[in-house]
């Protein structure tokens, strides 16, 4: 079974500075791979996925990933932190009938 | 166009009573998901609708819960005899390809 773990339950970071958000999956077959955002009592928004073909995805808001096979990661990255970044990320493989399976959530702090 | 959309927003119940949360998916979005939030079990799947094929019910804590779609659109998610364990956000998803899941912003169900 697929599984994904993110390291990190909160992270802060300056505004302006980089954001890392670390996730690692397991799964016995090729994954599809994504990244959600969730602001306060919202519902989850896509932020950008990984299928097939490229290694690197670009996603909303300045984000982007890269799937890494070697290292089963999928770590999002931001250049340039902003304030209104501050929200809670999940990272989610697709399992079996389309089911998304999530890791635990890492919320993300602003500092001005 | 219209995004998915859930009611109610919030829902108090008392321990005992049951409770029938609603979904509107995307318009010819065939699949449809349920999805569970809760502060110790993180993001849960719960039921997986695709057309007019049996749901993949693999999700479902207890038979307390049960979901039906009319007409492949609406769902409705019924919780029977409420525990205070189902205090949680519910949250609905639709996707009209087999990648992207929209998301509801969510039923907040509290049992007192």
């Known amino acids: 079974a697929q599984s994904v773990t993110q390291l990190g339950s909160h992270v802060s970071v300056s505004e302006g500075a980089l954001v890392l958000l670390r996730c690692n999956y397991s799964?016995?077959?090729?994954?599809?791979l994504f990244w959600y955002v969730q602001y306060p009592n919202q519902g989850l928004q896509l932020l950008l996925k990984y299928t097939t073909g490229a290694t690197l995805v670009k996603g909303i808001n300045g984000f982007e990933a890269e799937f890494k096979k070697s290292e089963t990661s999928f770590h999002l990255t931001k250049p340039s932190a902003h304030m209104s970044d501050a929200a809670e990320y999940f990272c989610?493989?697709?399992?079996?009938?389309?089911?998304?399976?999530f890791g635990q959530g890492t919320r993300l702090t602003i500092n001005p | 166009g219209a995004g998915v959309s859930q009611s109610p927003s919030n829902k108090v119940t008392e321990k005992g009573k049951d409770v029938e949360l609603r979904c509107d998916p995307i318009?010819?979005?065939?699949?449809l998901y349920w999805y569970r939030q809760s502060l110790g079990q993180g993001l849960e799947f719960l039921i997986y609708?695709?057309?007019?094929?049996?749901?993949?019910k693999s999700g479902l804590p207890s038979d307390r819960f049960s979901a039906e779609r009319t007409g492949g659109s609406v769902s409705t998610l019924t919780i029977q005899r409420t525990q205070q364990e189902d205090s949680a956000v519910y949250l609905c998803?639709?996707?009209?390809?087999?990648?992207?899941?929209?998301f509801g912003p969510g039923t907040r169900l509290t049992v007192t």
């Open positions: 998803a639709s996707s009209g390809n087999r990648d992207e899941q929209y």
């Open positions: 318009s010819g979005h065939t699949a």
């Open positions: 989610a493989v697709i399992q079996g009938a389309q089911k998304l399976v």
């Open positions: 799964s016995s077959v090729p994954p599809y």
């Open positions: 609708f695709q057309g007019n094929s049996a749901p993949d």
